[in-house]
């Protein structure tokens, strides 16, 4: 099974501020990353996909990068909408894997 | 748009079996693979199985044996099937709608479960 390592696990961090999330793949990936943007007491809701393609309707603050095995989620400008926790996701091949999540926190 | 609707248990006794169903509304079935994924209250999401209109499907080795995902296209359903149930098993579960490109598009809003006596 390819295991996902996201860091940090939590974050806090200033309104405007720029914020990135590492995930890591325990083999390589591609491009199959996707990140996912979680509210409390919601379901999952999917940011990007191919580790860069913005999915329709998510704001362009919003952006992904990365191949093969390191992969970044970037918040340009924090906004407090941006509580959540995120999850990364690979979907090379079965099983599919999430990452253990980073929740970022508004300071 | 399409949204998706778990079925809704709630409460399930120790060994017994869980049964969902996922309903499919505003799109079809055909051509997309669904999955369940749940995840346990407080903690991180797992993939449980996915299932393509067809009947294909993928199982979570660690779940494998005691699951089992299987689709209605007649009804727009896929439904989920897990037995000998633990506490561990408490979670929330969701339905998605998987494809090759953008994985897990679509959710349910999900629905709580709790094994419990």
């Known amino acids: 099974d390819i295991q996902m390592t996201q860091s940090p696990s939590t974050l806090s961090a200033s309104v405007g501020d720029r914020v990135t999330i590492t995930c890591r ?27 860069s393609t913005l999915e329709s309707g998510v704001p ?47 300071k | 748009q399409v949204q998706l609707q778990e079925s809704s248990p709630g409460l399930v006794k120790p060994s017994e079996t869980l049964s969902l169903t996922c309903t499919i509304s505003g799109g079809s079935i055909i051509n997309y693979y669904w999955s369940w994924i749940r995840q346990p209250p407080g903690k991180g999401l797992e993939w449980i199985a996915s299932i ?13 044996s005691r699951v089992t995902i299987s689709v209605d296209t007649s009804n727009n359903q896929f439904s ?29 809003q ?8």
């Open chain 1, 25 to 51: 793949a325990s083999q390589s990936i591609s491009y199959w990353l996707a990140w996912y943007q979680q509210k409390p007491g919601k379901a999952p809701n999917l940011l990007i996909y191919k580790a």
């Open chain 2, 80 to 108: 989920l099937k897990l037995s000998s149930v633990t506490a561990t098993d408490t979670a929330m579960f969701y339905c998605a709608r998987q494809t090759s490109d953008t994985a897990f598009d679509i959710w349910g």
């Open chain 2, 52 to 64: 393509y209109h067809s009947g294909s499907t993928n199982y979570n080795p660690s779940l494998k």
């Open chain 2, 110 to 117: 999900g629905t709580m479960v709790t094994v419990s006596s």
């Open chain 1, 60 to 106: 362009s603050r919003f952006s992904g990068s990365g191949s093969g095995t390191e992969f970044t989620l970037t918040i340009s400008s924090l906004q407090p909408d941006d509580l959540a926790t995120y999850y990364c996701q690979h979907y090379n091949s079965y099983p599919l894997t999430f990452g253990g999540g980073t929740k970022v926190e508004i």
